[in-house]
């Protein structure tokens, strides 16, 4: 079956540190990749996604991530957390679910924290 | 608008009420998705549109809920005799593209609490 597992329930960093959140998918082909943001009471904000080509994406707030075939993840960086950081991350794939249709699975979320 | 616009944003609703919550997609996007998405969870995927077609409802968890489109554009998520466990955000999404590739917008969500 398809998935997307994210092994870090909670993550807690200093401001200033570097941050490092994993995703791993699980799906017979190459699905495409999102990392979506989501601060409390609201929506999910993009963060950067990976179709294909260079496997180092750039995003928005300082935000990157590496997609890496022979390990099945496309984890997620910062060099340097700001406390404007801490919220809900949440990994996502998308590919066909038949039919015509295709959806976004999404991993159970890494909740950051960031200590001033 | 410029964004996926959801309404209400917020719902108290007793337990057996009928609801209906509203998605305005952004303007010209063909693909259409609702989630629910529990407390402390990651959204789970309900069901999918393409314009007006109702592709994929899989996601459905029982067949009080309902989910249309008729004319292609704004969409609404009909619960029937909500419970407790119907307690949930439900987000709305939307996508220029037909099939994966595209980037998929999110709205705010539908804060729904049935008590």
């Known amino acids: 079956a398809q998935s997307v597992t994210q092994p870090d329930i909670h993550i807690t960093v200093s401001e200033g540190a570097s941050l490092e959140l994993r995703c791993n998918y699980s799906y017979g082909a190459t699905p495409y990749l999102f990392w979506y943001v989501q601060s409390p009471g609201q929506g999910l904000q993009l963060l950067l996604k990976y179709f294909s080509g260079d496997t180092l994406v750039q995003g928005i707030k300082g935000f990157e991530a590496e997609f890496k075939r022979s390990q099945s993840s496309f984890n997620l960086r910062k060099p340097s957390v700001h406390w404007s950081d801490a919220a809900e991350y949440f990994c996502a794939a998308v590919a066909y679910s038949g039919a015509g249709s295709y959806q976004l699975t999404f991993g159970k979320g890494t909740k950051l924290s960031v200590i001033p | 608008g410029a964004g996926v616009s959801q309404s209400p944003r917020y719902k108290v609703a007793k337990r057996g009420q009928d609801v209906a919550l509203r998605c305005d997609p952004i303007s010209g996007h063909v693909s259409l998705f609702w989630y629910q998405q529990a407390l402390g969870q990651g959204p789970e995927f309900l069901t999918y549109?393409?314009?007006?077609?109702?592709?994929?409802k899989s996601g459905l968890p029982s067949d009080r809920f309902f989910a249309e489109r008729p004319e292609g554009s704004v969409s609404t998520l009909k619960i029937q005799r909500t419970q407790q466990e119907d307690s949930a955000v439900y987000l709305c999404a939307s996508s220029l593209a037909r099939a994966p590739g595209g980037t998929i917008y999110f709205g705010e969500g539908s804060w729904l609490t049935v008590v």
């Open positions: 549109f393409q314009n007006e077609a109702q592709l994929d």
